[in-house]
């Protein structure tokens, strides 16, 4: 094990501490998940294939489907790092019951705000790149200028560089809600050039979806806005970045949007079939060609897509295009659909991944863990001794308790493995024998004929 730990990749303290800190609270690490990335290789290439596709122009929309803690929020990260790394631009947001895809009220354009405040780039990996977008396409055009002997100080530089803004923009005015867009856009560049942080503010708070009235938009802006970012049309602007984005010098936008359950929870029956229209036509935009350089990925547990009461597949147009056909055999896999079910990771995987853990944990605090190799795939036996958890086991469980071991050898040197796992298997024994023994409790009155008074 020390030599092991000696030949691995140095990760830099920063990531690892919180990517540690996050994996033993049972939260997916913002930072640092190829670290820890193990198996998940099918559906890696599938999802790389997507951005493929979105930089040649296209639309991409995938389910990744899980039970919580399968790992539906880590391959989303994961994918996000790799999209950035290939240079698109990410957005992500986690529903929740006060931001959804459709609703009054302000939950609908919730989420935009969310997804633009986590807006992403290789050079602003942690959101907030909004602002350095554009100030980077400015820059590039700036550049592009001075090629042609165009400088800053030429009389003739301003009005270049509105031909060159205003030939992109132009195209944007044709696509619903382009006008507007492109028009504060335009207020924002020329409040660049002019150093106007109060005009530049304003425009950023538009395009954000922070305005709630048309007439407060104006006034911040000072020029007339026909419309504001507002809950019925937020995902017509994610389409216009998606193309903006493009015209930038970048590959695409891949937008993430996680804890789709709680859609599926929504009780009103109405408010739930708004929210998966809004799914619909997203579905049809990406396939159909209608929203070119747009990816979606969108993560939920089994009962948000299956349920055929409250889950997508009660709503009849989504479950003729998500379910399974009658073909998808068990035993065979297919990652071409929109829909890709994430499987339990092999006992080997899980395996890798501990020895995984065990290393990262012994650089983050320059110790050398009190384990062994055989210990370890003890650990994972015990893990998969409980009901069930052969097909029901998660890495998020299982990690949890694997650092929990990790932290009481580490702080109490006395301590060892054999006692650790010995006291809590001869707990879990007596719980089950006294189980048992228990008598069964009625769980409800059976009244039979005898039993009635006439």
Same mark, same amino acid.
């Given at each position: 094990?020390?030599?092991?730990?000696?030949?691995?990749?140095?990760?830099?303290?920063?990531?690892? &501490?919180?990517?540690?800190?996050?994996?033993?609270?049972?939260?997916?690490?913002?930072?640092?998940?190829?670290?820890?990335?193990?198996?998940? @290789?099918?559906?890696?290439?599938?999802?790389?294939?997507?951005?493929?596709?979105?930089?040649?122009?296209?639309?991409?929309?995938?389910?990744?489907?899980?039970?919580?803690?399968?790992?539906?929020?880590?391959?989303?990260?994961?994918?996000?790092?790799?999209?950035?790394?290939?240079?698109?631009?990410?957005?992500?947001?986690?529903?929740?019951?006060?931001?959804?895809?459709?609703?009054?009220?302000?939950?609908?354009?919730?989420?935009?705000?969310?997804?633009?405040?986590?807006?992403?780039?290789?050079?602003?990996?942690?959101?907030?790149?909004?602002?350095?977008?554009?100030?980077?396409?400015?820059?590039?055009?700036?550049?592009?200028?001075?090629?042609?002997?165009?400088?800053?100080?030429?009389?003739?530089?301003?009005?270049?560089? &509105?031909?060159?803004?205003?030939?992109?923009?132009?195209?944007?005015?044709?696509?619903?809600?382009?006008?507007?867009?492109?028009?504060?856009?335009?207020?924002?560049?020329?409040?660049?050039?002019?150093?106007?942080?109060?005009?530049?503010?304003?425009?950023?708070?538009?395009?954000?979806?922070?305005?709630?009235?048309?007439?407060?938009?104006?006034?911040?802006?000072? +020029?007339?806005?026909?419309?504001?970012?507002?809950?019925?049309?937020?995902?017509?602007?994610?389409?216009?970045?998606?193309?903006?984005?493009?015209?930038?010098?970048?590959?695409?936008?891949?937008? %993430?949007?996680?804890?789709?359950? &709680?859609?599926?929870?929504?009780?009103?029956?109405?408010?739930?079939?708004?929210?998966?229209?809004?799914?619909?036509?997203?579905?049809?935009?990406?396939?159909?060609?209608?929203?070119?350089?747009?990816?979606?990925?969108?993560?939920?547990?089994?009962? %948000?897509?299956?349920?055929?009461?409250?889950?997508?597949?009660?709503?009849?147009?989504?479950?003729?295009?998500?379910?399974?056909?009658?073909?998808?055999?068990?035993?065979?896999?297919?990652?071409?659909?929109?829909?890709?079910?994430?499987?339990?990771?092999?006992?080997?995987?899980?395996?890798?991944?501990?020895?995984?853990?065990?290393?990262?944990?012994?650089? &983050?605090?320059?110790?050398?863990?009190?384990?062994?190799?055989?210990?370890?795939?003890?650990?994972?036996?015990?893990?998969?001794?409980?009901?069930?958890?052969?097909? +029901?086991?998660?890495?998020?469980?299982?990690?949890?308790?694997?650092?929990?071991?990790?932290?009481?050898?580490?702080?109490?040197?006395?301590?060892?493995?054999?006692?650790?796992?010995?006291?809590?298997?001869?707990?879990?024994?007596?719980?089950?024998?006294?189980?048992?023994?228990?008598?069964?409790?009625?769980?409800?009155? @059976?009244?039979?004929?005898?039993?009635?008074? %006439?």
């Amino acid at each position: 094990m020390a030599e092991q730990i000696q030949d691995a990749v140095r990760v830099p303290r920063r990531i690892l &501490n919180a990517l540690l800190a996050s994996v033993s609270a049972g939260v997916v690490p913002r930072a640092g998940a190829p670290y820890i990335a193990i198996g998940r @290789t099918d559906e890696i290439s599938a999802l790389l294939g997507d951005l493929e596709s979105v930089n040649d122009g296209g639309g991409s929309m995938r389910f990744l489907i899980g039970r919580y803690g399968s790992g539906k929020s880590f391959l989303m990260q994961l994918i996000r790092g790799y999209a950035l790394e290939r240079d698109f631009i990410t957005a992500d947001a986690d529903l929740s019951p006060e931001r959804r895809l459709y609703g009054s009220g302000g939950s609908g354009v919730a989420t935009y705000r969310e997804l633009m405040k986590n807006l992403a780039s290789k050079a602003s990996p942690d959101g907030g790149a909004l602002p350095r977008l554009i100030a980077r396409w400015i820059g590039d055009m700036q550049a592009e200028l001075a090629g042609e002997s165009i400088l800053p100080e030429d009389e003739r530089f301003r009005a270049a560089l &509105n031909a060159k803004i205003n030939t992109v923009l132009r195209e944007m005015e044709f696509l619903v809600g382009g006008f507007d867009f492109a028009s504060v856009i335009t207020a924002y560049y020329r409040a660049y050039l002019d150093g106007d942080d109060t005009r530049m503010s304003a425009c950023l708070r538009w395009l954000r979806g922070e305005f709630a009235t048309k007439t407060e938009a104006r006034g911040a802006l000072g +020029m007339p806005v026909s419309t504001i970012i507002d809950d019925d049309n937020w995902y017509d602007y994610l389409k216009l970045w998606a193309a903006l984005v493009r015209h930038m010098g970048y590959r695409g936008l891949v937008v %993430f949007i996680d804890e789709c359950v &709680n859609l599926y929870k929504i009780s009103h029956r109405i408010s739930r079939e708004n929210n998966y229209e809004k799914i619909l036509s997203m579905f049809n935009d990406t396939l159909q060609g209608r929203a070119p350089g747009l990816a979606l990925i969108l993560g939920g547990t089994p009962q %948000f897509l299956e349920d055929s009461r409250r889950g997508l597949f009660s709503y009849e147009a989504l479950r003729s295009r998500l379910c399974d056909s009658r073909f998808a055999l068990e035993g065979f896999k297919n990652l071409i659909g929109p829909v890709i079910r994430l499987r339990r990771l092999s006992n080997d995987e899980l395996l890798a991944l501990i020895r995984r853990i065990t290393v990262l944990y012994a650089q &983050n605090y320059n110790w050398t863990p009190r384990i062994t190799e055989e210990e370890m795939v003890q650990f994972l036996g015990i893990c998969l001794d409980r009901a069930g958890a052969d097909a +029901m086991i998660t890495p998020r469980e299982m990690l949890r308790d694997y650092m929990t071991i990790l932290n009481i050898l580490m702080q109490n040197e006395s301590a060892s493995f054999a006692d650790i796992v010995g006291t809590v298997t001869l707990t879990a024994a007596a719980d089950s024998a006294e189980a048992e023994e228990a008598p069964a409790a009625p769980t409800s009155q @059976t009244v039979t004929l005898d039993d009635l008074v %006439f």
